[in-house]
């Protein structure tokens, strides 16, 4: 017998950060796949601040029904542990893991039946490297919060997150992950369209 093949299907999918060194490698793999791609980040049109609330909303209002959601997006401070402010890892938790957190809930509210939300940590939920801490929490964060969450989205709806090391693209961060290896755009991009066009939920793909 042979494995049963889905159809392929040409998708409506935002992607959330699509300017950023990920956000651009993802969007670019999915149009190839042949979906239809919105790209938003702050400095698109489309525009979305993940800090606000109410232009992730809006967002959500204006782009319409969707078939698929993917987050980039997200910043978070780097600094010694004994440094590190309650401001600081507010400031973590707002962007890089209430901001996605928030896409989700407009998300469920907004995608088709059996589509999916694709959300982005890190290599340093498992890693640790220097200055770190703040990532870590943010991204841990992240993929705990995918495991469970999963189990309980609507109409068939499929939640994971893709977690990259340092990047090929990224040479100026290089130094800051001594002796890992640099992942391509090419290994990125299959872990986004894995996310996007397979089976898999309450995942956490590494890369």
Same mark, same amino acid.
């Given at each position: 017998?042979? !494995?049963?093949?889905?159809?392929?299907?040409?998708?409506k999918?935002?992607?959330i $950060?699509?300017?950023g060194n /990920?956000?651009?490698? *993802?969007?670019?793999?999915?149009e190839?796949?042949g979906h239809?791609?919105?790209?938003a980040?702050?400095?698109s049109?489309?525009?979305?601040d993940l800090?606000?609330s109410?232009?992730?909303?809006? =967002? @959500?209002d204006?782009?319409?029904?969707?078939?698929?959601?993917?987050?980039?997006?997200?910043g978070? !401070?780097?600094?010694?542990?004994?440094?590190l402010?309650?401001?600081?890892? *507010?400031?973590?938790?707002?962007?890089?893991?209430? $901001?996605q957190?928030?896409?989700v809930?407009?998300?469920?509210?907004?995608?088709?039946?059996?589509? +999916?939300?694709?959300?982005?940590?890190?290599?340093?939920?498992?890693?640790?490297?220097?200055? *770190?801490?703040?990532a870590a929490?943010?991204?841990? %964060?992240?993929?705990?919060? #995918?495991?469970?969450? *999963?189990?309980e989205a !609507?109409? $068939?709806?499929?939640?994971?997150v893709? +977690?990259p090391?340092? =990047?090929?693209?990224?040479?100026?961060?290089?130094?800051? @992950?001594?002796?890992h290896? !640099?992942?391509?755009?090419?290994?990125? %991009?299959? %872990?986004? #369209?894995?996310?996007v066009?397979g089976?898999?939920? $309450?995942?956490?793909? /590494?890369?």
């Amino acid at each position: 017998m042979h !494995p049963v093949r889905r159809k392929a299907t040409v998708m409506k999918v935002l992607v959330i $950060g699509a300017t950023g060194n /990920i956000g651009r490698v *993802a969007a670019s793999a999915l149009e190839k796949q042949g979906h239809e791609v919105v790209r938003a980040s702050r400095s698109s049109e489309p525009s979305v601040d993940l800090a606000d609330s109410a232009s992730v909303a809006a =967002l @959500f209002d204006a782009v319409g029904p969707l078939d698929a959601v993917v987050v980039t997006a997200g910043g978070v !401070p780097f600094k010694p542990v004994t440094e590190l402010t309650r401001e600081d890892y *507010a400031d973590a938790f707002a962007v890089k893991t209430l $901001g996605q957190l928030d896409v989700v809930r407009h998300a469920f509210d907004h995608l088709n039946a059996d589509g +999916s939300v694709t959300l982005t940590s890190g290599v340093l939920s498992r890693e640790p490297i220097a200055t *770190a801490a703040a990532a870590a929490a943010a991204n841990g %964060a992240i993929e705990s919060f #995918v495991t469970t969450a *999963a189990t309980e989205a !609507p109409r $068939g709806i499929r939640l994971n997150v893709v +977690s990259p090391d340092v =990047l090929e693209n990224s040479p100026h961060f290089h130094a800051t @992950f001594p002796g890992h290896r !640099p992942v391509s755009d090419e290994e990125v %991009a299959r %872990a986004f #369209v894995r996310a996007v066009d397979g089976v898999d939920t $309450g995942r956490t793909i /590494i890369v």
